[in-house]
């Protein structure tokens, strides 16, 4: 997973930059994979997927890259938008975990106008 | 549109009382799940069902049950509520027969005294 403790990673980035977010995941036979963002005060959202057999999926200014290799996974937002500052978690599953995630901790991004 | 809807956003309880925070989807999801959120900590796994009156535990279900009479309705209770269950509450449903994506409720910020 990612860091442990009470501190989120942070990320700080530029209106209009590019931003990586990584996670380390836990589970070298995880099968699928998810991004969610998580705004101040509501549920997390989904964002994208890839399934263990992809390497790279892109969506709307979002791609997921997957490295299995090194059990690593990063999501790159292009043209940062300040709609963009919440805390982004990764997730992992198995085809026969009956539909339960793990989470990783989270990766809090502030956009600076 | 999935829609996940809990009972409370915010909660405001005493120790050793008897708490219900209630979660009902709409999508006809085989799966509900309950998490809490605390800082640093990520998403935490309570309590897991995957069909009327079935419940699985999760990470950490010592001071908490759960009930699931009716297909869209997810109960979570504390029987006698303390002051470590402080904490964001959130719901989640999904159909992992057809994705492995969860949709999650607003959350629920309960407070203990």
């Known amino acids: 997973g990612e860091s442990v403790g009470l501190h989120l990673p942070t990320l700080s980035v530029q209106e209009g930059d590019n931003s990586i977010i990584n996670c380390a995941y836990s589970?070298?036979?995880?099968?699928?994979f998810i991004w969610y963002k998580q705004e101040s005060g509501k549920g997390p959202q989904f964002i994208i997927d890839?399934?263990?057999?992809?390497d790279k999926r892109q969506g709307q200014r979002v791609t997921v890259l997957l490295n299995k290799t090194v059990k690593h996974l990063s999501l790159q937002i292009a043209a940062t938008q300040p709609g963009d500052s919440a805390v982004y978690f990764c997730?992992?599953?198995?085809?026969?975990?009956?539909?339960?995630?793990?989470f990783g901790q989270g990766t809090e991004l502030s956009v600076k106008p | 549109d999935v829609k996940v809807t809990q009972s409370s956003r915010y909660l405001v309880k005493r120790t050793g009382e008897k708490v219900f925070l209630e979660c009902v989807q709409d999508?006809?999801?085989?799966?509900m799940f309950w998490y809490r959120q605390d800082p640093g900590l990520g998403l935490r796994l309570i309590y897991f069902?995957?069909?009327?009156?079935?419940?699985e535990k999760g990470d950490i279900p010592e001071g908490y049950s759960v009930s699931r009479e009716k297909k869209e309705r997810f109960s979570l209770i504390l029987e006698s509520a303390s002051t470590n269950q402080t904490s964001m509450y959130l719901c989640a449903s999904n159909d992992y027969r057809l994705a492995y994506e969860q949709y999650f409720g607003p959350g629920t910020r309960l407070t203990v005294t």
């Open positions: 890839i399934r263990s057999n992809m």
């Open positions: 997730a992992e599953t198995r085809d026969n975990q009956g539909g339960k995630l793990i």
């Open positions: 999508m006809d999801h085989e799966n």
């Open positions: 589970n070298s036979a995880s099968d699928y």
């Open positions: 069902s995957y069909d009327v009156k079935m419940k």
